[in-house]
């Protein structure tokens, strides 16, 4: 796991993955998201080098809003961390209504998020940098507060790419429903045939958008600790 950010940390406390950066005022816990030099992909241009960037949660874990993203935003960019190649700006988990709208996508919480997620990812790339997104291979998010995408990988991946999305983080809680949707595939999803569920369905979903998105899988929490370092 991460380590958290000093309290003398200013706005940029901490964020999620693996990188340290040290300043003369604070210091700031990124993300570097490493990719297996002889993993398997496709040849679509994305991520020829490890991504990095900043995503809310070790600093603020569900107290998210968009102006605390557009804040960091500008910090990021105040501390030349834009300029020493960190570009993505994240979103992680409570950033949705807790309920589906009734044609089945995910809005924006009204309070934290009031313009949307369209118009903060407008934003975010008005300041030069991609606009990463979260959600979950299962009915909820890790937290509960929003839908998963479990079952709605099609139109979620469609939402995403309408709304300028670059980067989706993919955690893996509350899978537990995974039984019932892939008895109900064929109706759910429009590929022939259908591929497997949770984690590869949303890659096919994301490619078969058109817009370039990274994807971050995020192992389920389940198996964290279930084979040890011997």
């Not at 958290?4 to 005022?25: L, W």
């Not at 816990?29 to 002889?38: D, E, R, S």
């Not at 949307?116 to 030069?128: E, F, M, P, W």
């Not at 590869?200 to 084979?227: D, H, V």
Request: proline share 4%.
């Amino acid at each position: 796991r991460t380590e958290r950010a000093s309290k003398g940390s200013d706005i940029m406390a901490s964020a999620e993955f693996f990188f340290r950066f040290e300043s003369a005022s604070a210091s700031s816990v990124l993300f570097l998201l490493c990719v297996a030099p002889f993993a398997a992909g496709l040849n679509n241009g994305v991520d020829l080098v490890p991504p990095m960037g900043w995503s809310n949660w070790e600093s603020s874990g569900c107290n998210v809003s968009e102006a605390l993203i557009l804040a960091n935003a500008q910090a990021m960019i105040d501390k030349g961390l834009q300029k020493a190649g960190y570009s993505i700006v994240g979103i992680d988990d409570c950033w949705a209504e807790k309920f589906r709208n009734k044609t089945g996508h995910l809005v924006a919480n009204s309070t934290t998020f009031p313009s949307g997620i369209k118009a903060l990812s407008d934003k975010i790339h008005a300041l030069g940098f991609k606009f990463g997104i979260y959600s979950s291979a299962g009915a909820w998010t890790c937290q509960r507060t929003m839908p998963g995408s479990l079952g709605y990988e099609w139109i979620d991946a469609q939402t995403f790419a309408a709304w300028g999305v670059d980067y989706l983080k993919y955690d893996g809680c509350f899978m537990e429903d995974f039984e019932s949707v892939l008895k109900d595939a064929n109706r759910r999803y429009p590929f022939s045939p259908t591929p497997i569920l949770r984690y590869p369905i949303m890659a096919e979903a994301l490619n078969k958008t058109g817009r370039k998105i990274s994807y971050l899988c995020n192992f389920p929490w389940q198996f964290w600790n279930l084979y040890k370092d011997s």
